[in-house]
T-cell receptor, first 115, second 113 residues
Framework: KQEVTQIPAALSVPEGENLVLNCSFT??????LQWFRQDPGKGLTSLLL?????REQTSGRLNASLDKSSGRSTLYIAASQPGDSATYLC??????????????FGRGTQLTVWP | DVKVTQSSRYLVKRTGEKVFLECVQDMDHENMFWYRQDPGLGLRLIYFSYDVKMKEKGDIPEGYSVSREKKERFSLILESASTNQTSMYLC????WGEGNTIYFGEGSWLTVV
């Protein structure tokens, strides 16, 4: 069964720092990988989606990379701001067998950016 | 703008009650999902649906059922609520295009007393 791990579980940094959040997965047979943001008590908001054939995606200060063969993805946040404080989750979409189409989520990295 | 709407944000129900959680999406998506989210356990899939009247069990279907009579609406039913079903419930939908991006509702906080 696919397992998704996110490291670190929590991160606290001063404003302005560049950050790297890590996501690893055990089965490389994925269709895509998606990064989400979740504010306290709210639903998930999609940030970036990387197809399995792609290496990276960028949106503003966010850049996500994917190394499918090694089972890793990173989310890079440039020049962090207090408004970036949230929990960041990654999810992979299965690509084969009985789990086709299923999403597997990591447990998230809780980010705090202080002024 | 993309919209997944969960009708109830906060509910308090008594043990044994039948509970309905409603979810509506306005994107004409074929796929809809119900997850629950608990501290330390992350998101767990309860049920999903690929089409009207179609449903598939997720990882934790016990104690739940679902209904999808119309494409835009996916309901989660707790037949007899129990205290261990106190949780945050998240509905999501996904189309076959758009890179398969999945969209979530705001969540429904259910407390069973």
């Amino acid at each position: 069964k696919q397992e998704v791990t996110q490291i670190p579980a929590a991160l606290s940094v001063p404003e302005g720092e560049n950050l790297v959040l890590n996501c690893s997965f055990t089965d490389s047979a994925i269709y895509n990988l998606q990064w989400f943001r979740q504010d306290p008590g709210k639903g998930l908001t999609s940030l970036l989606l990387i197809q399995s054939s792609q290496r990276e995606q960028t949106s503003g200060r966010l850049n996500a990379s994917l190394d499918k063969s090694s089972g890793r993805s990173t989310l890079y946040i440039a020049a962090s701001q207090p408004g970036d404080s949230a929990t960041y989750l990654c999810a992979v979409k299965a690509d084969r067998g009985s789990t086709l189409g299923r999403l597997y989520f990591g447990r998230g990295t809780q980010l705090t950016v202080w002024p | 703008d993309v919209k997944v709407t969960q009708s109830s944000r906060y509910l308090v129900k008594r043990t044994g009650e039948k509970v309905f959680l409603e979810c509506v999406q306005d994107m004409d998506h074929e796929n809809m999902f119900w997850y629950r989210q608990d501290p330390g356990l992350g998101l767990r899939l309860i049920y999903f649906s690929y089409d009207v009247k179609m449903k598939e069990k997720g990882d934790i279907p016990e104690g739940y059922s679902v209904s999808r009579e119309k494409k835009e609406r996916f309901s989660l039913i707790l037949e007899s609520a129990s205290t261990n079903q106190t949780s945050m419930y998240l509905c999501a939908s996904r189309g076959w295009g758009e890179g398969n991006t999945i969209y979530f509702g705001e969540g429904s906080w259910l407390t069973v007393v």
